[in-house]
């Protein structure tokens, strides 16, 4: 057992030897920090370059400009549910899309969060169920035009 913050409590969650590996083979694949949630869910955040503005204010918010991706726990087979989303630019939103179909990866939502902004700015989210590190490297394969 160990002691994992989640939502502003802590508690005692077991996490597996096996599922810590993933975990930083995971982040370390996609080039982010990761944290271990409640679940167990190995949570991966990772800061993407963008210039953006916002109401013609520039902004370093992550609330713009972070990827996150995530995996749950494992089945028998070694599968997971898997989740990811990033910002793109409404030109770069169509590549991303092929991108990740192309992968075998469910793409489930594009749309904006923010009015005013420019560039116009678009969220996109995808799933699946495989194998983790697989999704890590599809994933990455997908976004790297991204920057």
């Known amino acids: 057992m160990e002691l994992i913050s989640g939502e502003g409590v802590s508690m005692a969650v077991k996490v597996t030897p096996r599922f810590r590996r993933l ?3 995971f982040s370390s694949i996609l ?3 990761h944290t271990i949630e409640p679940g167990p869910v190995c949570f991966v955040n990772r800061p993407k370059p963008l210039n953006a503005s916002i ?3 520039r902004t370093q918010s992550p609330l713009v400009r972070h990827q996150l991706f995530s995996f749950e726990q494992l089945d028998s ?3 997971a549910l898997c989740l990811g989303e990033t910002v793109a630019t409404q030109n770069q939103a169509n ?3 092929r991108n990740l179909q192309r992968n075998g990866i469910k793409v489930t939502a594009l749309h904006n969060h923010w009015l005013n902004e420019n560039p116009r700015l678009m969220y996109i ?3 699946s169920i ?3 590190v697989e999704f890590a490297r599809r994933t990455k394969a997908s976004i790297r ?3």
């Open 130 to 132: 495989m194998n983790p």
């Open 95 to 97: 590549r991303l899309n």
């Open 125 to 127: 989210h995808w799933e």
């Open 77 to 79: 087979s070694g599968r």
């Open 31 to 33: 080039g982010g920090m």
């Open 55 to 57: 109401l013609g204010r």
């Open 145 to 147: 035009f991204l920057g």
């Open 23 to 25: 975990c930083n083979q």
